[in-house]
């Protein structure tokens, strides 16, 4: 299976700052790759998909890039509701779709 | 609003059967676009899929190497579901399990879009 590493697994920032998060995957996935937001209890929503296009409704307050084997997510100007957890999956082999460990974003 | 709504008991005993329903509203489970997913999380094994399965004239089904010989998929056209089994439970079966729909947007860019609530299922005696 291709194994998802992400960097930072915590991350402690203020509102108004801008934070990024990599993901690396150990053989390319191309642009296979797909950001999701989790808040406690909840599950996974999608943020980015193809690395770096924006879902549906999702503020541009985020975004996505790389491809190949390296990929980041930077939210700009963070409000209070982006404190949650955040996990990179990449579908480039599909159906074994595999997940990040996870990125905890906490208040500062 | 495509809904996916999940039923089942929150507590297996070890050695029994967890057998979850995925039932989906707003949407076809026999899709074209779409294929239907369980996927676990716990602390130990962070998010982890499963079991996959699709509609195209016929149901296909996929499973994770780490399950495969006790678990099972099944999707009912006639109800707009899809289920899970997983036989032989053990301790480290407890996580919350969730269903969830993958979207094909192009040709290999696929994303998990939709997701059931969830269930916390315990293996314990």
């Known amino acids: 299976d291709i194994q998802m590493t992400q960097s930072p697994s915590s991350l402690s920032a203020s509102v108004g700052d801008r934070v990024t998060i990599t993901c690396r995957a150990s053989q390319s996935v191309m642009n296979y790759l797909n950001w999701y937001q989790q808040r406690p209890g909840k599950a996974p929503n999608v943020l980015i998909y193809?690395?770096?296009r924006l879902h549906n409704g999702v503020p541009s307050r985020f975004s996505g890039s790389g491809s190949g084997t390296d990929f980041t997510l930077t939210i700009s100007n963070l409000q209070p509701e982006d404190f949650a957890t955040y996990y990179c999956q990449q579908s480039y082999d599909t159906p074994r779709v595999t997940f990040g460990q996870g990125t905890r974003l906490e208040i500062k | 609003q495509v809904q996916l709504q999940q039923s089942g008991p929150g507590l297996v005993k070890p050695s029994q059967t967890l057998s979850l329903t995925c039932a989906l509203s707003?949407?076809?489970?026999?899709?074209?676009?779409?294929?239907w997913y369980w996927i676990r999380q716990s602390p130990s094994r962070g998010l982890e899929w499963l079991a996959r399965?699709?509609?195209?004239?016929?149901?296909?089904?996929d499973y994770a190497e780490s399950v495969r010989s006790r678990i099972s998929i099944n999707g009912d056209t006639s109800k707009n579901q899809f289920s899970l089994q997983l036989n032989s439970v053990i301790p480290e079966d407890t996580a919350m399990y969730y269903c969830?729909?993958?979207?094909?947007?192009?040709?290999?860019?696929?994303?998990?879009?939709?997701w059931g609530q969830g269930t916390m299922v315990t293996v314990s005696s």
């Open positions: 193809a690395a770096s």
């Open positions: 969830a729909r993958i979207e094909t947007l192009a040709r290999g860019i696929s994303t998990f879009d939709i």
């Open positions: 399965t699709y509609y195209k004239s016929r149901w296909y089904n």
């Open positions: 707003g949407d076809s489970v026999a899709s074209n676009s779409a294929a």
